[in-house]
């Protein structure tokens, strides 16, 4: 009995113990459950702050923003998106596929597949649609988020509208247009004087040799009565024989054979005269006449012979020219454009041989052109002063001359870089040696004639 009392009390004791513990292990478990559930509370809060801030971020980023599924679902857009393609809320939007903001939603297709492949992400240029059907220039750069298993996941792009920059850029190239018609404009002012010698010469040439055939027309005049008075004396041998002496003294006379051989001199003369005045004003209006603003197959070598013609007046005092043409294909370039610039180093040569003391003796012009790996090699030297290497770096740079004041804008050199290397796509060495000359040698692309039009288009959708 004592026994079953005693096994009693101990498993009473040991129940109130377990019990104890159980209520202390209990009360730490509520007490850590609260904790945790505050902690969690505290995390939701601020999940929901930083997702708040997120969405605030999101949707004040001026730049549209747009996360779509590859096939152009969409998961998510911010505002400036909204906007920018017109609609009046996010829901709406969201309820668009990506490929209806395309004007040509295959264009969209074809980048997607071209960005999977993609390390590393490029921008391009589309036409979009907003909602009310009108087009606008975009710039997009999207990328690919991948998950863990690197497989494809979701596109992220950002869509900037550059219509503005767009006008811009026209603007600037209207502005850049003019800028180089002006110059050739200025040119051919400069030009004026020197271009009105080179024709007055011939024109003299003309004056006087039609001057000398109305003169021998006079004197040949007294001969026609008496050829007309063969013709009434025919049946009377007298008559006759009377008239062939009168017009053999005057034959004699006037030594009609002389007269008849500087007659012919003179009409030569003249029309040589015509000839030379023709081809200066032929190349005055092809120097003068304004661009298209298309490129054209040009001959470079007709090109360099109306720029010679036109600056003749420039070099002709101070130097020989020697040209040497390859026989080399047509170029596609603007021809107006390559005239200016072969006017510019041929004037810089001119004037790098007048600055050289020579003791009156005439420098030279070498002219050359080839084809060479692909490009037409255009190779323009003067044995004139040469460029320091001080200042070679800097010579194609705006406004930057060496030539004395009223000599030189510095904007010679500047043209002929913009338009060789900007507009033709082109390359410009420049060899010289002080005291010994300078050559610039001018590459244009012969292949893919059609890149060098359609280049810049192609660099913005790259």
């Not at 800028?179 to 009105?196: K, P, T």
């Not at 603003?293 to 090109?303: C, F, R, T």
């Not at 003749?312 to 294909?329: L, Q, R």
């Amino acid at each position: 009995m004592i026994i079953e009392v005693a096994a009693s009390l101990v498993v009473m004791i040991a129940a109130m113990v377990w019990m104890r513990r159980a209520a202390k292990e209990l009360l730490h478990g509520r007490e850590q459950l609260a904790r945790t559930m505050a902690e969690l509370t505290q995390r939701n809060a601020q999940t929901e702050q930083v997702e708040t801030r997120y969405r605030n971020l999101f949707d004040s980023v001026p730049v549209a923003i747009i996360v779509s599924h590859l096939d152009g679902r969409m998961i998510d857009v911010n505002m400036a998106a909204v906007r920018l393609y017109g609609y009046d809320s996010r829901a709406q939007f969201m309820a668009l596929n990506m490929r209806d903001l395309y004007v040509n939603p295959a264009e969209r297709d074809r980048r997607m597949a071209a960005i999977t492949q993609e390390t590393v992400p490029k921008s391009a240029e589309f036409q979009m649609r907003r909602k009310d059907g009108s087009f606008f220039p975009a710039l997009t750069l999207n990328h690919v988020v991948r998950n863990d298993s690197e497989r494809t996941g979701h596109v992220e792009g950002f869509v900037t509208d550059i219509s503005d920059m767009k006008r811009l850029e026209a603007d600037r190239q209207a502005l850049a247009y003019d800028q180089r018609i002006s110059a050739r404009l200025q040119s051919v002012g400069a030009l004026a004087a020197g271009i009105a010698h080179e024709i007055n010469t011939p024109m003299q040439f003309v004056s006087d040799s039609v001057y000398f055939l109305k003169s021998a027309v006079g004197d040949l005049d007294v001969l026609w009565p008496e050829l007309r008075n063969l013709s009434a004396a025919a049946g009377n041998q007298t008559e006759l024989l009377a008239v062939a002496q009168r017009i053999e003294g005057l034959v004699a006379q006037l030594d009609v054979e002389q007269l008849v051989a500087d007659a012919n001199d003179s009409a030569e003369r003249a029309l040589d005269g015509i000839r030379r005045v023709t081809k200066i004003i032929r190349a005055m209006r092809e120097f003068a006449h304004p661009d298209s603003g298309e490129h054209s197959l040009v001959d470079i070598n007709g090109a360099i012979e109306t720029t010679l013609t036109v600056c003749k007046n420039v070099y002709k005092e101070v130097a020989d020219v020697e040209t040497d043409f390859g026989d080399i294909p047509q170029v596609m370039c603007q021809f107006g454009e390559m005239n200016q610039v072969f006017l510019n180093i041929v004037v810089n040569a001119a004037h790098a041989i007048e600055a050289q003391n020579r003791d009156g003796r005439k420098g030279m012009i070498r002219i050359s052109t080839r084809e060479e790996d692909g490009f037409a090699v255009i190779r323009i030297g003067d044995d004139g002063t040469g460029i320091p290497e001080s200042v070679k770096a800097r010579i194609f740079d705006p406004f930057f001359t060496t030539k004395e004041v009223g000599k030189g804008t510095g904007q010679g050199l500047a043209i002929v870089r913009s338009v060789v290397v900007d507009r033709h796509r082109g390359r410009i060495a420049v060899e010289s040696e002080v005291g010994k000359g300078t050559t610039f040698v001018l590459s244009l692309p012969l292949q893919s004639q059609q890149s060098v039009i359609s280049g810049v288009s192609h660099e913005q959708e790259a």
